[in-house]
């Protein structure tokens, strides 16, 4: 592909980071995927609290929503999918009137709907961490695209970003790495289409075959490679 030719070496992105925060600040802020082993060990039920929690937080303020979790993990049967699926819309409608949780109609009904996305999904393997482990990482952007089809309020960026929340290896397209992927001749203006994030995927695929990092890693590199 065109930007092979003109892409930096990751070498030199990790240098300027570098250069901006200093050796020990830089590693301090870089993040590690979680094992195979813990994702799979991860129970259907810590997924859809993670995936809900993405979701409440979009657009909000993350502290907020992480401080009522406890009420949402209280009101959801502690996110038991076979129990949530089950609930009936005089049920939803009940919480929109508990004052402890965040009352908004589309995201509360959407734990609901993604309660039985992810019932659907788990009959076909052995649950959802491994169903999310088995992916691989360097098709990970067709793990968002599927996410986004299956699961409600999974759009734009939240995909990846409940990704990071449970520990998958992903890259995420803050506007700091979008900057970069700018600045390094990796791509060119936003990433907004699905032929610019799979062709995204591919330089962030050259970037872990040459440093050896995991995506995670080189996303937040790259972001903190600009200034």
Known sequence: MRYKS???????????????????????????PESDKN????????YLSLMSRRIFR??????????????????????????????????LDVLMKDRRI??????????RANAQAMFEIVQETENFGAYISDWPDDKIVELWLELKRYFTQLGGKSASYFLRMAGKDTFILTNDVIMALNRW???????????????????????????????????????????
Request: with cysteine; net charge neutral; proline share 2%.
């Open 6 to 32: 003109v892409m930096t070496s990751f070498q030199t992105i990790f240098e300027t980071a570098e250069s901006i925060y200093g050796l020990t600040e830089l590693v301090s802020r870089i993040p590690s």
């Open 39 to 46: 994702l799979r060990s991860m129970s259907n039920s810590d």
């Open 58 to 91: 979009a657009g909000l303020k993350h502290s907020m929503v992480d401080a009522k979790w406890p009420a949402f993990e209280q009101v959801f049967f502690d996110f038991d999918i076979n129990q949530i699926r089950l609930m009936s819309d005089d049920a």
């Open 102 to 111: 965040i009352r908004h109609w589309s995201k509360i009904k959407s734990v």
């Open 185 to 227: 001749g990796a791509h060119s203006g936003d990433v907004k289409s699905r032929k610019a994030q799979l062709e995204v995927q591919d330089c962030f695929n050259s970037w872990k075959q040459e440093s050896g990092r995991p995506l995670c890693q080189i996303s937040v590199i790259l972001a903190l490679s600009i200034q």
